[in-house]
């Protein structure tokens, strides 16, 4: 005897075959998981939480904007006519130019003594607030990231006053965490 009484009819009812379920009209309506997260997403929507998922998606694939693009080219046709631009604004162009974007990083560094004359003469801000911690806490990343190229070292003296420009924008308890003030000195 291979199996026992238990074991055997255990194995035969395991075994035999199961009956079919009857599929009705409405068989896609049984509880699951799925049909759960469907109607909270519903929910949520109707009652007006708007969550930009499709943003996050884009942002974390690397996608850029056509509007991005042309909002770093119109500044770059500000700072050629010689009028000022903002932190937010030269963060637009170091995002478009080196750090990702379609644009020529090389070029943008030969124009770089413009574009740090223009953030100097430019009010820091359009609306003479301080900077959020995550946006200042990017464009310094992003600072010393393009300042520590060797194609950058003849305008290092530039990256120093938009760092300088970049401190006096941001909280106090914010400027030791910069780490473009101490790269450039």
Same mark, same amino acid.
């Given at each position: ?5 238990? @074991?055997? @009819? ?14 009705? =009209?409405?068989? *896609?309506?049984?509880?699951? $998981?799925?049909?759960?997260? @469907?109607?909270?997403? !519903?929910?949520?929507?109707?009652? $007006?939480? &708007? ?5 996050? !998606?884009? &942002? ?9 693009? !042309? #909002? ?9 006519? %010689? ?12 995002? &478009? ?6 644009? +020529? ?18 009010? $820091? ?8 911690? $995550? ?7 992003? =600072? !010393? ?5 060797? +194609?950058? *070292? ?15 924008? #941001? @909280? ?11 790269? *450039? %000195?």
């Amino acid at each position: 005897r291979v199996f026992g009484a238990r @074991a055997r @009819a255990r194995y035969c009812a395991a075994m035999m075959p199961t009956r079919r379920r009857k599929l009705s =009209l409405l068989s *896609f309506l049984d509880p699951s $998981g799925f049909l759960y997260v @469907a109607v909270f997403a !519903v929910v949520v929507y109707l009652k $007006g939480w &708007h969550v930009p998922v499709i943003g996050y !998606v884009r &942002h974390y694939l690397g996608y850029i904007s056509p509007q991005a693009t !042309v #909002v770093a080219e119109a500044t770059m046709k500000e700072v050629e006519a %010689g009028k000022a631009i903002d932190l937010v604004d030269f963060f637009a162009q170091l995002q &478009h130019f080196c750090s990702g974007g379609p644009g +020529d990083c090389n070029q943008w560094l030969e124009s770089m003594p413009d574009v740090a004359a223009a953030v100097k003469r430019g009010p $820091g801000t359009w609306d003479r607030k301080k900077l959020r911690k $995550g946006t200042a806490l990017e464009i310094d990343r992003l =600072l !010393v990231e393009v300042g520590s190229k060797t +194609d950058a *070292f003849n305008v290092r003296e530039d990256f120093r006053d938009i760092a300088r420009e970049l401190k006096d924008m #941001v @909280a106090p308890e914010l400027q030791s965490e910069l780490k473009s003030l101490k790269e *450039f %000195g």
